[in-house]
Structure formats: structure tokens, C-alpha cells
């Protein structure tokens, strides 16, 4: 299970903007997110840098892909009430593909959710990181392992 309520730099300066300016730069809703992971190398201050977490996810050469928001979230998002934050999670199992390369994809440690489809597609300047937060129990990914997250295990939370 993934818990996070961790924003990314630049999404907290676009979120911001939205509600006060009207202004939507870094801020994208569902057919336009992705859900990727990274792996142990990234640690979670270097992941909040768009600059630093692409350089640690799983290259889509080695049978990894990147779930789209909009395929695995269609719930609406839980009102907090009291010291229950907002939330909302997967409704729909997600599916990063099997390691085809022979080293696998080492440890995934943790996601993230961003503007871009693929990290090579898009490139670091142009893929705007949103969320990010780590899994409980990272997961070594060798060749010809899967990477699913179940149903209702993927959670965002608003503080």
C-alpha cells in the first residue's frame, strides 16, 4: 500500500495559481496524468525535482510502462471531516508491465504522478511532476516479474 500527501514543487506554486489567479500551468486533470514508479535510488527529498526522479524510473525498454490516472481512478475523492484528511484511491488495478531485461528493474521503492505519458517521449524539461510518495515495503523487480498496484491501494491524501 502507497499512502501520500507529498505535492511536487512546481505543482504546489501551479496549484496556487489555479485557485487564486485562474492560471493552469502544472496543473492537469486525469486523461492528462500518468502514474509511474521509481526505484531506490531516488530517495524521496531528490524526488520532488522532476530533474531527479526520471533518471530512476524503470526504462520502458525493459517492458515498463507508465498507467494512466484515468483508467485506474473514476471514484469520486473521500471528504475529510475532522483530522480525516480528503482522499482518493485507485478503483481500478494498475499494471506496469513485466521486467524483460536481465537485470529486472531493481527496487521499486516508490510513485509518482505527472503530465507525461513517458519519461522518453516527453523528456525531464516538459513532464511535470504532481504527486510522489513511497511504498510500504519496496519491492526488487527482477526479469520477468510483474508490478501491479491492487485495487484501493494507491491513496492520496489532502492535509
Given at each position: 500500500?502507497?499512502?501520500t500527501?507529498?505535492?511536487?514543487?512546481?505543482?504546489?506554486?501551479?496549484?496556487?495559481?489555479?485557485?487564486?489567479?485562474?492560471?493552469?500551468?502544472?496543473?492537469?486533470?486525469?486523461?492528462?496524468?500518468?502514474?509511474?514508479?521509481?526505484?531506490?535510488?531516488?530517495?524521496?527529498?531528490?524526488?520532488a525535482?522532476?530533474?531527479?526522479?526520471?533518471?530512476?524510473?524503470?526504462?520502458?525498454?525493459?517492458?515498463?510502462?507508465?498507467?494512466?490516472?484515468?483508467?485506474?481512478?473514476?471514484?469520486?475523492?473521500?471528504?475529510?471531516?475532522?483530522?480525516?484528511?480528503?482522499?482518493?484511491?485507485?478503483?481500478?488495478?494498475m499494471?506496469?508491465?513485466?521486467?524483460?531485461?536481465?537485470?529486472?528493474?531493481?527496487?521499486?521503492?516508490?510513485?509518482?504522478?505527472?503530465?507525461?505519458?513517458?519519461?522518453?517521449?516527453?523528456?525531464?524539461?516538459?513532464?511535470?511532476?504532481m504527486?510522489?510518495?513511497?511504498?510500504?515495503?519496496?519491492?526488487?523487480?527482477?526479469?520477468?516479474?510483474?508490478?501491479?498496484?491492487?485495487?484501493?491501494?494507491?491513496?492520496?491524501?489532502?492535509?
Amino acid at each position: 500500500m502507497a499512502l501520500t500527501g507529498a505535492k511536487a514543487d512546481n505543482f504546489e506554486t501551479g496549484l496556487l495559481n489555479y485557485i487564486f489567479l485562474g492560471t493552469t500551468t502544472n496543473v492537469h486533470t486525469g486523461t492528462n496524468l500518468w502514474v509511474g514508479l521509481f526505484t531506490s535510488n531516488a530517495g524521496v527529498p531528490a524526488i520532488a525535482d522532476a530533474a531527479q526522479y526520471a533518471a530512476y524510473e524503470p526504462d520502458s525498454a525493459n517492458g515498463y510502462q507508465r498507467v494512466q490516472v484515468s483508467a485506474a481512478f473514476s471514484t469520486v475523492a473521500a471528504n475529510g471531516a475532522g483530522d480525516l484528511p480528503a482522499s482518493i484511491s485507485n478503483d481500478a488495478l494498475m499494471d506496469f508491465g513485466t521486467s524483460t531485461n536481465s537485470a529486472g528493474w531493481g527496487s521499486v521503492t516508490g510513485f509518482f504522478i505527472t503530465t507525461g505519458a513517458n519519461a522518453q517521449a516527453n523528456g525531464v524539461g516538459n513532464d511535470a511532476m504532481m504527486y510522489y510518495g513511497t511504498f510500504d515495503t519496496p519491492r526488487i523487480v527482477s526479469t520477468g516479474d510483474s508490478v501491479r498496484i491492487n485495487t484501493t491501494n494507491l491513496t492520496i491524501k489532502e492535509k
